[in-house]
């Protein structure tokens, strides 16, 4: 049964520290996702790749977010220093070929609170 | 830039009909996509309409008319696990990315 994962599934931190959330996107998926989800804003994309390769990011913080993909069964997305208001679910997607927006296959979330 | 209009809550009874509807602007069209979320969930992919018409996937359909930016979601035989909350989502032009809707929760009573 294929599925997206994604690690931590909860996190609570302090305000300054790091946090990184991990995903493994389906095998044979070329195109990974980031979402956050909060009540207020909803869901909202924060970065996409495909083969790797970052098509757009401009949803995130820059100055604190950030987003790769060491290969090709793993996503990060990492957040330096975090803050409360990051506090919210960060899902990850994954898709394959030109039909990969449309059709998105989503992760559990990891919950992240930070106090 | 995209944006979606749907209802924030529908209530209906089990074994009902019920209707979700989505309207959107886009300064470009590819399709027009329909999530299914249950509390504390994922979001679930439930169907795709590329081209005008009906789409049928067992007790779910979804509609689609380009020409009215108009599309609905139609539940049929609602059961108490369909309490979730259905977003559309539209792709941003030139872009393989997806701008979801605020979202629709349906709530369905015995």
């Not at chain 1, 977010?65 to 997607?93: G, N, W």
Request: glycine share 10%.
């Amino acid at each position: 049964d294929a599925r997206v994962t994604q690690t931590p599934r909860d996190k609570v931190t302090e305000m300054g520290q790091e946090v990184t959330m991990r995903c493994q996107p389906i095998l044979g998926h070329n195109t990974v996702f980031w979402y956050r989800q909060t009540m207020m804003q909803g869901l909202e994309l924060l970065a996409y790749f495909r083969n790797r390769a970052p098509l757009d990011d401009s949803g995130m913080p820059k100055d604190r977010f950030s987003a790769e993909m060491p290969d090709a069964t793993l996503a990060t997305l990492k957040i330096q220093p975090s803050e409360p208001r990051d506090s919210a679910v960060y899902f990850c997607a994954s898709g394959l070929g030109q039909g990969a927006a449309d059709t998105q296959y989503f992760g559990p979330g990891t919950r992240l609170t930070v106090l | 830039g995209q944006s979606l209009e749907q209802p924030s809550e529908v209530t209906a009874v089990e074994g009902a009909i019920v209707q979700i509807n989505c309207t959107y602007q886009t300064s470009g069209f590819y399709g027009l996509s329909w999530y299914q979320q249950h509390d504390g969930g994922a979001p679930t992919f439930l169907s795709y309409n590329g081209l005008d018409g009906l789409e049928e996937t067992g007790r779910f359909s979804s509609f689609l008319s380009r020409s009215d930016s108009y599309g609905y979601l139609l539940l049929q035989e609602l059961q108490m696990k369909d309490s979730a909350s259905y977003f559309c989502a539209v792709r941003d032009q030139g872009f393989q990315k997806l701008v979801f809707g605020t979202g629709t929760r349906l709530l369905v009573s015995p």
